[in-house]
């Protein structure tokens, strides 16, 4: 009988969760479990600026080093627009475990949060008409060359009309669900946002597919998304969307213009780059996305994964190209402040090893209400239908978490 330790004790970490001062990642590799507050990282610490965010928790560590924490590192959030203050701690107690593993038992092992499910309010934001106009201005301004590409999002907000979120509960069911991922949850500010929300908790909680960078020594890799489908329950069907993906002129675009930014942001610190020439297809639970695996050796190991992440963000794949067109175009047509939606999630160490999730398939949770978030690469063969489907597709993810499935919104 050898169940493993290390398989007890990862579930342990996920059990062990609690929102109010704790952070956690799961990914294909390993599981973190970080309570407490040993310091954070304030806007007069730098948290402000995503350029000098590696210097500023360098310091950061360095004090907590002196204040005698035995090994510091950070972890939390960092925003989508980079001049928003990121949401960084050294935490007092760090647990690491092996990758997360679920019997068959896990669900009954598991002890209920509440007696019942939340019964949901869901509003739109924006209405899905509105959406595809907006999808339509992005082609519009694509197809008369002022930019390549843009993402554009879009968001559920979720009432509870009967009792508080279970947040543990529905980082169990992300986490079950995308064992092939990264599933995390982290702290927000509790007056972050700005959507008129009173509440005792503020959780950015989700299970991204995509990841931005993780650096170790003087390897680096990243592995960027872009070209997705919507999956089908029919195992001959799901096959034929995933080839049809790899083959799609238009997603192979799309994809093409991420993998180009993200080697050219990463090739002045890297010895060598391996960059493959064509993507590979990944699945997620409900999506098929295209994948490219970038490698490389760093010149300087001592390169922190901060920095590289900041070189990185945004990626086209989360905000478009030209960068600076397509952020414009960004906020010139989405109808709120994504704040912590397709920003970054992760831990950096004080050899400046660490790793960050982009933020998608994801949600913000209040104590009676949630924001849910998808969004879609537009290029200018995208069709207002076909992204307005994608985001839905994408929505499964939450929803299925949730216990909700919704199929139209």
Same mark, same amino acid.
């Given at each position: 009988?050898?169940?493993?330790?290390?398989?007890?004790?990862?579930?342990?970490?996920?059990?062990?969760?609690?929102?109010?001062?704790?952070?956690?990642?799961?990914?294909?590799?390993?599981?973190?479990?970080?309570?407490?507050?040993?310091?954070?990282?304030?806007?007069? +610490?730098?948290?402000?600026?995503?350029?000098?965010?590696?210097?500023? /928790?360098? +310091?950061?560590?360095?004090?907590?080093?002196?204040?005698?924490?035995?090994?510091?590192?950070?972890?939390?959030?960092?925003?989508? +627009?980079?001049?928003?203050?990121?949401?960084?701690?050294?935490?007092?107690?760090?647990?690491?475990?092996?990758?997360?593993?679920?019997?068959?038992?896990?669900?009954?092992?598991?002890?209920?949060?509440?007696?019942?499910?939340?019964? #949901?309010? =869901?509003?739109?934001?924006?209405?899905?008409?509105? #959406?595809?106009?907006?999808?339509?201005?992005?082609? +519009?301004?694509?197809?008369?060359?002022?930019?390549?590409?843009?993402?554009?999002?879009?968001?559920?907000?979720?009432?509870?009309?009967?009792?508080?979120?279970?947040?543990?509960?529905?980082?169990?069911?992300?986490?079950?669900?995308?064992?092939?991922?990264?599933?995390?949850?982290?702290? *927000?500010?509790?007056?972050?946002?700005?959507?008129?929300?009173?509440?005792?908790?503020?959780?950015?909680?989700?299970?991204?597919?995509?990841?931005?960078?993780?650096?170790?020594?003087?390897?680096?890799?990243?592995?960027? *998304?872009?070209?997705?489908?919507?999956?089908?329950?029919?195992?001959?069907?799901?096959?034929?969307?995933?080839?049809?993906? $790899?083959?799609?002129?238009?997603?192979?675009?799309?994809?093409?213009?991420? =993998?180009?930014?993200?080697?050219?942001?990463?090739?002045?610190?890297?010895?060598?780059?391996?960059?493959?020439?064509?993507?590979? *297809?990944?699945?997620?639970?409900?999506?098929?996305?295209?994948?490219?695996? /970038?490698?490389?050796?760093?010149?300087?190991?001592?390169?922190?994964?901060?920095? $590289?992440?900041?070189? $990185?963000?945004?990626?086209?794949?989360?905000?478009?190209?030209?960068?600076?067109?397509?952020?414009?175009? =960004?906020?010139?047509?989405?109808?709120?402040?994504?704040?912590?939606?397709?920003?970054?999630?992760?831990?950096?160490?004080?050899?400046?090893?660490?790793?960050?999730?982009?933020? =998608?398939?994801?949600?913000?949770? #209040?104590?009676?209400?949630?924001?849910?978030?998808?969004?879609?690469?537009?290029?200018?063969?995208?069709?207002?239908?076909?992204?307005?489907?994608?985001?839905?597709?994408?929505?499964?993810?939450?929803?299925?978490?949730?216990?909700?499935?919704?199929?139209?919104?």
């Amino acid at each position: 009988m050898k169940q493993s330790a290390l398989t007890v004790l990862t579930a342990q970490l996920l059990d062990g969760y609690r929102p109010g001062a704790a952070f956690f990642l799961s990914t294909p590799n390993q599981t973190l479990l970080a309570e407490g507050t040993f310091m954070e990282l304030t806007e007069a +610490d730098g948290a402000c600026d995503l350029q000098q965010l590696s210097g500023s /928790v360098s +310091d950061l560590l360095g004090r907590a080093a002196r204040m005698n924490h035995s090994s510091p590192m950070v972890v939390g959030a960092i925003p989508f +627009d980079r001049a928003k203050p990121a949401k960084l701690v050294v935490p007092t107690t760090v647990l690491w475990g092996g990758p997360l593993q679920f019997s068959s038992d896990t669900e009954t092992r598991r002890p209920a949060e509440s007696n019942s499910l939340p019964t #949901y309010r =869901i509003t739109p934001v924006p209405r899905p008409e509105q #959406y595809a106009q907006g999808v339509q201005q992005a082609i +519009d301004r694509l197809r008369s060359g002022e930019m390549s590409k843009v993402v554009l999002s879009r968001a559920l907000d979720l009432t509870s009309t009967n009792i508080t979120i279970p947040i543990g509960q529905l980082l169990h069911s992300l986490a079950r669900h995308n064992s092939h991922g990264y599933t995390f949850a982290v702290d *927000l500010p509790k007056d972050h946002g700005g959507q008129g929300h009173s509440s005792s908790q503020n959780v950015l909680i989700g299970a991204s597919p995509e990841l931005l960078v993780r650096k170790t020594g003087n390897r680096v890799i990243s592995n960027p *998304l872009a070209g997705s489908a919507p999956r089908s329950k029919d195992p001959v069907e799901d096959r034929r969307i995933g080839e049809a993906l $790899l083959s799609s002129v238009k997603d192979l675009h799309e994809h093409a213009v991420v =993998i180009e930014a993200v080697a050219e942001a990463l090739r002045p610190f890297c010895r060598s780059l391996d960059v493959p020439n064509l993507p590979s *297809l990944i699945q997620t639970e409900t999506m098929w996305h295209l994948s490219t695996v /970038v490698q490389g050796e760093l010149l300087d190991p001592s390169i922190s994964s901060l920095a $590289l992440a900041a070189a $990185l963000h945004p990626t086209p794949a989360v905000c478009g190209t030209p960068m600076e067109l397509a952020r414009e175009a =960004i906020g010139q047509i989405e109808p709120y402040d994504r704040g912590f939606y397709t920003g970054m999630v992760g831990w950096s160490d004080a050899a400046g090893n660490g790793e960050w999730i982009v933020t =998608i398939r994801c949600a913000e949770v #209040y104590e009676h209400s949630l924001r849910l978030y998808a969004g879609a690469g537009i290029v200018s063969d995208s069709t207002p239908e076909g992204e307005l489907a994608e985001t839905s597709a994408k929505f499964r993810t939450m929803l299925n978490a949730l216990g909700l499935h919704h199929n139209q919104l």
